[in-house]
């Protein structure tokens, strides 16, 4: 699935499975003989290993290495916190379902968060988006006139492998795929006040960052009027098998009546069963073990912080 997401970013070209977490001199070669890569890149946070050793020191010292500035705000280890934050007393086990998750995601004792971060309530996220940062993640062109625009909605939220997915195929019933991003009160409506566990801009810039999508609407309506498929000149409207939200259709008020009506809504076999509440599960259901080490990186990383200088560069 990781490689899956890999694959998916606009900006990637190849993808080297099994990879060593140390650059080791062999590997380091193999990178530059065979791969005929220039440089070794990081972020201008530390990557130390187990001995306290820089990971990236014979890159360095060969002059083979390039330092980027790291995206204020982005981090796994603050995401899987805002994960563990909605954890009760005791793990949820992987046999317990779906709408038992979802009630203890969406009840907590209270809303205090303490100094570590595993408080109860939503943490809130550091990410600081800009004009130029969203302008950086656009392709930078809409649909020609004779387009054949294809539309789908969502969450979207820790975007995952069942998102690419459903994105690819999406993608390839038309040339132009307009994605519509729900506003985090939208989410929390349907699934709990716990959710999103990203938030608007987090969500728009990964749905944004996959190859297959062309466009999104940050902040897009749960019904979906004809008005707005005139707007954006919707050709076809899609929607996966495998989705948090499938009663939809029995509400009085079904978000996608307009598209039915018109007879441009298309119903899409999911190729993998992954969702937002399942990858919540996995994180929930070993809680203890992922505390603990989100307690040593949120330390390395508040140190980072504590001691961080400009970089320049975006």
């Not at 916190?81 to 005791?90: A, F, I, Y």
């Not at 006040?193 to 999508?213: G, T």
């Not at 993998?272 to 040593?296: C, F, G, M, P, W």
């Given at each position: 699935y990781r490689m899956k997401m890999v694959r998916a970013v606009k900006w990637v070209d190849d993808v080297i499975p099994d990879a060593p977490y140390a650059i080791t001199e062999d590997f380091m070669n193999k990178l530059f003989n065979e791969y005929n890569i220039d440089y070794i890149i990081h972020g201008d946070d530390p990557c130390l290993l187990p001995d306290g050793t820089d990971a990236?020191?014979?890159?360095?010292?060969?002059?083979?290495?390039?330092?980027?500035k790291r995206t204020e705000g982005v981090s796994t280890t603050d995401i899987v916190g805002r994960m563990l934050l909605c954890v009760r007393e005791r793990p949820v086990s992987d046999n317990q379902s779906h709408s038992s998750l979802q009630r203890q995601f969406s009840h907590g004792h209270g809303q205090n968060i303490?100094?570590?971060?595993?408080?109860?309530?939503?943490?809130?996220?550091?990410?600081?988006?800009?004009?130029?940062?969203?302008?950086?993640?656009?392709?930078g062109r809409g649909p020609g006139p004779d387009s054949r625009v294809v539309y789908i909605d969502g969450a979207f939220d820790l975007f995952h492998a069942g998102h690419v997915e459903i994105l690819r195929l999406a993608r390839g019933l038309g040339d132009f795929l307009l994605v519509g991003i729900h506003t985090d009160q939208t989410i929390s409506s349907t699934r709990g006040p716990h959710r999103p566990i990203m938030n608007l801009h987090e969500r728009s810039l990964s749905v944004l960052a996959c190859r297959y999508v062309d466009e999104v609407i940050i902040g897009a309506p749960w019904h979906i009027s004809?008005?707005?498929i005139t707007t954006?000149?919707?050709?076809l409207v899609v929607h996966g098998t495998i989705a948090e939200n499938?009663?939809?259709t029995e509400d009085d008020s079904n978000p996608y009546a307009a598209p039915i009506a018109m007879g441009i809504y298309?119903?899409?076999?999911?190729?993998?069963?992954?969702?937002?509440?399942?990858?919540?599960?996995?994180?929930?259901?070993?809680?203890?073990a992922y505390q603990k080490r989100n307690e040593k990186k949120e330390a390395s990383e508040k140190k980072y912080y504590d001691s961080k200088s400009f970089v320049n560069g975006e």
């Amino acid at each position: 699935y990781r490689m899956k997401m890999v694959r998916a970013v606009k900006w990637v070209d190849d993808v080297i499975p099994d990879a060593p977490y140390a650059i080791t001199e062999d590997f380091m070669n193999k990178l530059f003989n065979e791969y005929n890569i220039d440089y070794i890149i990081h972020g201008d946070d530390p990557c130390l290993l187990p001995d306290g050793t820089d990971a990236y020191a014979l890159a360095k010292k060969a002059g083979r290495y390039k330092q980027i500035k790291r995206t204020e705000g982005v981090s796994t280890t603050d995401i899987v916190g805002r994960m563990l934050l909605c954890v009760r007393e005791r793990p949820v086990s992987d046999n317990q379902s779906h709408s038992s998750l979802q009630r203890q995601f969406s009840h907590g004792h209270g809303q205090n968060i303490d100094d570590s971060g595993f408080g109860n309530g939503t943490k809130i996220s550091h990410f600081l988006p800009t004009s130029r940062r969203i302008v950086q993640f656009s392709n930078g062109r809409g649909p020609g006139p004779d387009s054949r625009v294809v539309y789908i909605d969502g969450a979207f939220d820790l975007f995952h492998a069942g998102h690419v997915e459903i994105l690819r195929l999406a993608r390839g019933l038309g040339d132009f795929l307009l994605v519509g991003i729900h506003t985090d009160q939208t989410i929390s409506s349907t699934r709990g006040p716990h959710r999103p566990i990203m938030n608007l801009h987090e969500r728009s810039l990964s749905v944004l960052a996959c190859r297959y999508v062309d466009e999104v609407i940050i902040g897009a309506p749960w019904h979906i009027s004809k008005d707005m498929i005139t707007t954006f000149n919707i050709s076809l409207v899609v929607h996966g098998t495998i989705a948090e939200n499938m009663d939809y259709t029995e509400d009085d008020s079904n978000p996608y009546a307009a598209p039915i009506a018109m007879g441009i809504y298309h119903k899409l076999d999911s190729p993998l069963d992954i969702t937002t509440s399942t990858i919540i599960r996995r994180i929930v259901s070993n809680h203890e073990a992922y505390q603990k080490r989100n307690e040593k990186k949120e330390a390395s990383e508040k140190k980072y912080y504590d001691s961080k200088s400009f970089v320049n560069g975006e």
